[in-house]
């Protein structure tokens, strides 16, 4: 995508960091994730909710780390940031997940890697109102996507645009169906849509990596679009690519092609653990299955992980799937 390089310029480690004093404590760190959280939780970039936690006796203000000891002592061990967004996704969900509309719940599983749930509960859920909102086509199109169903990823992207002509989320997850499925010229088109849209909004003269495919940024959130740019910028550091393997954590897509960055960075065992592990929460996504699989014997590890090894043949012959399918990249 060459009109990349026309609109930011080189990401550096101040991506990955937040404007202001920098939290020290780990009672600080949670607050600062526990607020950044909500808005991805609402599915509403930069919305400003301004969640405070009383004290049911004083009505004293208190802070996330006080009203949740105990999530927060299981916070304080998780070195995942998209496992420590998921942990306060869950106390979330008790405190406003009854006001969320059907949309923001598909999404919301979606981001923490429950794809399957967030159609499940699409099906059960969807009223007529929700089937005329391109809000709620562009959420389960998403959730096909992830998922590899890219028939009805692109059917209800459609739905969503049929609905809605301007709905971003489903020009966005309609791109990257296309792209994954080989139209690239059609995705571009798109992709440059949702630039054009959004791009003007802007008072930047040249943009970050992170603020144009971050879901802060709210300009083009798409882990297919950061892949093309980081792929095309050899240059470009680990730990951009880092960032971006958090903010798009949820999607297979994004994370088989990371591992595959640090197999090619000499990083073989961070590569394949990276592998493994979305195998293992996602496997029904083949790529990284039969991946794992071939990584595994060409490490040298078939005899150290005899049960990875068996459970990996056990999902391949259970799908069809055959070594030779992988597809690394």
């Known amino acids: 995508m060459s009109f990349l390089h026309l609109f930011f310029c080189k990401s550096t480690d101040a991506e990955r960091t937040s404007p202001?004093?920098?939290?020290?404590?780990?009672?600080?760190?949670?607050?600062?994730?526990?607020?950044?959280?909500?808005?991805?939780?609402?599915?509403?970039?930069?919305?400003?909710v301004d969640l405070k936690m009383r004290h049911k006796e004083t009505n004293e203000v208190m802070t996330f780390a006080a009203a949740f000891p105990e999530q927060f002592e299981t916070?304080?061990?998780?070195?995942?940031?998209?496992?420590r967004r998921g942990l306060i996704y869950s106390i979330l969900d008790n405190i406003m997940g009854n006001d969320l509309k059907l949309w923001q719940i598909i999404e919301r599983f979606v981001d923490d890697r429950y794809a399957e749930r967030a159609l499940e509960i699409a099906k059960a859920h969807a009223d007529e109102n929700d089937k005329y909102s391109s809000d709620?086509?562009?959420?389960?199109?998403?959730?096909?996507?992830?998922?590899t169903d890219y028939?009805?990823?692109?059917?209800?992207?459609?739905?969503?645009?049929?609905?809605?002509?301007?709905?971003?989320?489903?020009?966005?997850?309609?791109?990257?169906?296309?792209?994954?499925?080989?139209?690239?010229?059609?995705?571009?088109?798109?992709?440059?849509?949702?630039?054009?849209?959004?791009?003007?909004?802007?008072?930047?003269?040249?943009?970050?990596?992170?603020?144009?495919?971050?879901?802060e940024g709210n300009i083009l959130p798409s882990p297919l679009y950061a892949l093309d740019w980081l792929q095309s910028h050899p240059d470009t550091t680990a730990?951009?690519?880092a960032w971006a393997g958090d903010e798009f954590y949820y999607s297979p897509h994004f994370r088989a092609q990371h591992s595959y960055y640090?197999?090619?960075?000499?990083?073989?065992?961070k590569?394949?653990?990276?592998?493994?592990?979305?195998?293992?929460?996602?496997?029904?996504?083949?790529?990284?299955?039969?991946?794992?699989?071939?990584?595994?014997?060409?490490?040298?590890?078939?005899?150290?992980m005899p049960e990875g090894k068996a459970w990996l043949e056990s999902i391949m012959e259970s799908n069809g799937w055959s070594a030779g399918e992988g597809l690394m990249g």
Do not use: C
């Open 136 to 147: 709620y086509w562009a959420a389960v199109a998403k959730a096909h996507l992830v998922l």
């Open 20 to 48: 202001g004093r920098e939290a020290t404590t780990p009672e600080e760190i949670f607050e600062r994730e526990f607020q950044a959280t909500i808005p991805r939780y609402l599915s509403k970039p930069g919305v400003n």
């Open 151 to 215: 028939t009805e990823a692109e059917k209800s992207a459609n739905n969503a645009l049929a609905l809605d002509a301007g709905n971003i989320r489903a020009k966005i997850v309609l791109a990257d169906v296309q792209h994954i499925t080989g139209k690239t010229e059609a995705a571009h088109e798109l992709y440059n849509e949702v630039l054009a849209a959004r791009l003007p909004r802007t008072t930047e003269l040249s943009l970050s990596f992170a603020q144009l495919t971050g879901f």
């Open 75 to 83: 916070w304080k061990t998780i070195q995942s940031l998209p496992d």
């Open 239 to 241: 730990d951009t690519w």
């Open 271 to 304: 590569g394949f653990v990276k592998l493994f592990t979305l195998a293992k929460e996602m496997p029904w996504y083949k790529e990284a299955v039969t991946n794992s699989w071939q990584l595994i014997h060409q490490l040298g590890l078939a005899e150290n």
């Open 262 to 269: 640090l197999l090619k960075e000499k990083e073989a065992m």
